[in-house]
């Protein structure tokens, strides 16, 4: 192992993370049992274990039960000119209705991912080419920009390189 490669294992255990290595399929198998227990983790994946994880995962009736589909043109078209978020590749998710009416979608998302890590952390997720982020039974609650309420409905969102799953056993 290089160098280089430690000193960034290092950094990240520093700072009270754990890294870990193994085969494709440990590590497909340690988040789908992370998935399924409802225990929180973000797992930084290579594309091809991600790969397996999405397969097992998104099926055809998972993605009718969650709702999740792909953002419109018109959304992305918005995402692009508001937020400055240029590309957003396949990304799709669920949308969440508010009390107050309303809706919170992708732009409502990136838009609070923004404003808690920043334009920078948000272009970088989007700009990966090489790992994939899985965010596992998130504890964190999508906000209202309206009404400021916190919803109690989880946001499920995927694009190949960043996704968020929740615990089931189906």
Known sequence: MKR???????????????????DDCTVA????????????????LSPSQ???VRAWYWTPDRV???GIRTVSS????????????KDIGTFRCNRIQCECGQVYGAF?????GIKEHGKDAVLSVFALKNAAILRVNPPDLPVCP????????RMTY???TYGCSFGTED
Do not use: P
């Open 4 to 22: 280089a490669a430690l000193d960034n294992v290092e950094r990240l255990t520093d700072s009270g993370k754990a890294v870990m290595s193994a």
């Open 29 to 44: 198998s340690i988040v789908r049992e992370t998935i399924t227990s409802g225990k929180s983790a973000s797992f930084y």
């Open 50 to 52: 991600a790969a397996a």
């Open 64 to 66: 009718k039960k969650t």
């Open 74 to 85: 018109a959304e992305r078209d918005k995402i692009a000119s508001d937020l400055g978020v």
């Open 108 to 112: 409502e998302f990136l838009q609070q």
């Open 146 to 153: 309206k009404c400021d309420e916190l919803l109690t409905e």
């Open 158 to 160: 995927d694009n190949g």
